[in-house]
């Protein structure tokens, strides 16, 4: 709006009178709340009689959070998810990846940098629920891809944030914490992702890839193109806080609708930790990924997000004898360290006496949150509780919540555990103990191999795992 300039005292004082009378004319008026509130008289010339309060319009707060999510809506039409507007930031400094930087990432992510990752997997972003889903804390998955991992340990972490951040932290405007608001979610991704990223470089240093549109390098029969890769620029800190800012001026890089989100994130992972560290990790030097064939997840790689260190097995420490005593050509690396994030596994198709055994640092992680592989179905248990973890009298009886990002997953599963001694049902006679077992949800009998024999309500919901 610019200046207005009159020629006379009389135009200006005319103009202001149109304006005035334009006021006038749509009740525009406004009462001199100090004369009020001594008592002026409402015949007062200089006071207008208030506007009655039923037809004062009031947005309560679930209107609020409807009118917000609608938006965030709009924004998905443009390509962008979780209301970030159109267009990206711009970004300055960084290093461009180099041939052989792009060749040891791709080798220790697939085995290969001939052959490149399926479209699903380069197409993964970061991506929330909509606000007025039932999952307003969640992450979006797909059942037929490997991300689907990646992306529940990373909500792990997310919900870490959400439920035990004390202080000034605390989301203010959110109902409960699983009832975010935009900006919160955001604040929590982007501490769940520095977290990773920093305990990966050891508490010492990171390294975060961001996707731009130049390539970074020649080409030669050694490397096959896959679109990402070669334009990736490295980023590289030593101190905590600016990993922080700077992925919360650039997150929506990694959230942006049909991004390379997760692929960004995992080759920041891997060069935070490094390839070597990781291959030491492995205890293979020569072989060894952190996708499987079916680019699922490895237990290296699960076990890198959810501990720092990429080693191959969920159980404590290291394995230097089999179980007849004779030393092993290799020793089986473990978890050495509680985790702050847990995780369970149970698999049907082990026999009992072969069955993967995870650790009590991983089965007992710092914050009640648990990654769970069930019949090789990645999902996620968690307690609202802190005590759950600390105070073995609030495991007599307890509630989980159970979640899996994908689309199906539409209502919320609250599991009851009671861990009390009970009379259970008889055994069938004709049934054997395999067979019994069978007849149990896997979801009960993951959660089993931390609670035994725990009795477990699912609250009218249908088992579905």
Request: hydrophobic share 35%; with cysteine.
């Amino acid at each position: 709006m610019t200046d207005m300039e009159f020629d006379s005292p009389n135009d200006a004082a005319q103009q202001l009178a149109k304006i005035l009378k334009f006021l006038e004319q749509d009740s525009i008026q406004f009462k001199d709340i100090k004369k009020s509130e001594k008592g002026t008289n409402n015949d007062d010339k200089n006071t207008v009689p208030l506007i009655p309060q039923s037809k004062i319009p009031i947005l309560d707060f679930e209107t609020w959070r409807k009118n917000r999510s609608d938006l965030s809506k709009e924004f998905a039409t443009y390509g962008i998810q979780s209301g970030f507007a159109p267009g990206r930031r711009s970004i300055i400094g960084g290093n461009p990846i180099i041939l052989e930087t792009a060749m040891e990432i791709r080798n220790i992510v697939n085995g290969s940098a001939i052959h490149s990752l399926s479209s699903e997997w380069k197409k993964s972003a970061i991506t929330f629920c909509y606000l007025d889903s039932p999952f307003p804390y969640g992450l979006q998955t797909q059942r037929r891809c490997g991300s689907k991992s990646l992306l529940l340990c990373i909500q792990a972490f997310i919900l870490k944030h959400l439920l035990f951040t004390t202080g000034d932290e605390i989301n203010l405007l959110a109902i409960s914490p699983l009832t975010p608001s935009e900006s919160e979610r955001n604040k929590a991704l982007v501490r769940a992702l520095a977290e990773i990223l920093w305990t990966a470089g050891e508490n010492q240093r990171c390294c975060i890839c961001l996707h731009l549109e130049d390539v970074c390098f020649d080409t030669d029969y050694r490397y096959r193109p896959d679109g990402i890769t070669e334009r990736i620029y490295v980023f590289e800190f030593d101190h905590f806080e600016s990993v922080k800012l700077f992925l919360k001026r650039h997150i929506d890089e990694f959230m942006r609708l049909n991004s390379c989100g997760c692929l960004l994130f995992l080759y920041s992972l891997v060069l935070s930790r490094t390839v070597r560290r990781i291959k030491e990790d492995m205890g293979t030097w020569n072989q060894g990924k952190l996708l499987t064939d079916m680019e699922d997840c490895s237990q290296c790689l699960i076990n890198l997000i959810l501990t720092g260190r990429s080693v191959q097995y969920p159980h404590n420490g290291d394995i230097l004898y089999d179980k007849y005593g004779e030393p092993l050509s290799s020793p089986l690396n473990g978890v050495k360290e509680r985790s702050k994030v847990g995780f369970l596994y149970w698999n049907k198709r082990e026999d009992d006496g072969q069955r993967t055994q995870v650790g009590s640092m991983l089965k007992t992680p710092k914050y009640p949150i648990w990654l769970t592989s069930i019949n090789d179905q990645i999902g996620l248990l968690f307690s609202t509780n802190i005590d759950l973890i600390s105070d073995w009298r609030t495991e007599h009886r307890f509630t989980l919540q159970y979640y899996t990002g994908l689309p199906s997953h539409t209502k919320t599963t609250i599991l009851s555990i009671d861990t009390l001694p009970f009379k259970r049902r008889p055994r069938t006679a004709r049934l054997t103990a395999r067979e019994e077992e069978r007849k149990v949800p896997a979801l009960e009998q993951c959660i089993n191999t931390k609670w035994y024999d725990a009795n477990i309500h699912w609250n009218g919901t249908l088992p579905y795992i």
